[in-house]
């Protein structure tokens, strides 16, 4: 099939992208960079033997879009471009809604125009609000307590809407956990610009001497340690999901959650951590984090029963992986920067 893949440079779309070639998919590539980095394109090009497409554009230029997807002759769209962090997306709202939800009906109507089957759209577990973990899929949707949550309730409402309305637009809505880790060749994987929001970036930042010390956020919680628990999932997993999503996509609008089904602690990672990568995360506890909940973890019957995918790497993988990206990519970054002075 000849996949379109929306912010494909990003890190859960540039794993993908690389599932999706092994699978043996034609892809094209379309991400305006204004997440990702270019060198991105050359290490897929590195990993991967298969040749794809890339366009720089901006997903909410319609008419640059539809010059793609005109010429394309496309049978599916992953969508994955979008803005996603959740503190920017309260301080910073209209950028948030105006954003995530125009990226996605701009690829809906496109869908819809040249009469592609299969969409497949990034969520996640986000939407359930502060709903009791296990998380189900037809569980109700509680609201959510920030922008950024709410862009992506949104945007599962419109694709529901636009699939009634067009029975032969099939839609994958997948409810994302918590990716973690990066491709084997520690050539690829979650480099967030400035301090990292979410937990594992910052841990490997911490390992490298680039922050000080990791603050955890709540002590007190009702979990076995006091600290947060999440289902976190590796990457290269979350990919491979994506990939049978869109193989195995019907018609109608079919959701999914993407985890492991098992909640891990904060204190949990770092110990793997420690252990896996023989080093010391040096850490404290600060008070709770505004909007944390306490525990989230998926329910994955569903998924594996229909799509029937499963996860293969455990904690421990998801460690190893994140710290050989780090160590690879800071050596990378450094030495791109000797050149810039030679
Ligand atoms: P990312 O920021 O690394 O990737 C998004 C990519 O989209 C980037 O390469 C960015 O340059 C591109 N992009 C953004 N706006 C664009 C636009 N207007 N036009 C073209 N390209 C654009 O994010 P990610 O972590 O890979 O997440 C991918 C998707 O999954 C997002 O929609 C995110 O909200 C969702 N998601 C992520 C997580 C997570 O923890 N990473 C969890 C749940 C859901
Ligand atoms: N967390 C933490 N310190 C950090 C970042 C995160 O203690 O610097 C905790 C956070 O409170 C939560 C867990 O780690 O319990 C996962 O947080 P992350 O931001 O990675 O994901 P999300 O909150 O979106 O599930």
Redesign the pocket.
Known sequence: MHILV??G?????SHTCLVLLEAGHTISI???????KIETLEKLRIISTSDFQFYQ????DYEHLETIVHEGNVDGIIH?????SVGESVSNPLEYYR?NLN?TINLTRLAVKYKIPRFVF?S?ATVYGSAKSPLVESQKLLPTTNPYGETKAMCEKILNDASQANPNLGVTLLR?F??IGAHESGLIGENPNGTPN?LMPYITQVAKGKLEKLKIFGNDYPTNDGTGVRDFIHVMDLAKGHVAAIEKQKSGVQVYNLGTGKGTSVLEIIKTFERVNNLEIPYEFIERRNGDIAEVYANVLKVGKELGWKTERNIEDMCRDAWRFENQNSQYEEEKFSELWK
């Open positions: 929306s912010g440079l990003g890190y859960i779309g379309v991400d305006n960079l204004i997440n990702s554009c901006d997903i909410l994955f471009a979008g803005l996603k954003v990226t990034s996640s994302y918590n990716p979410n």
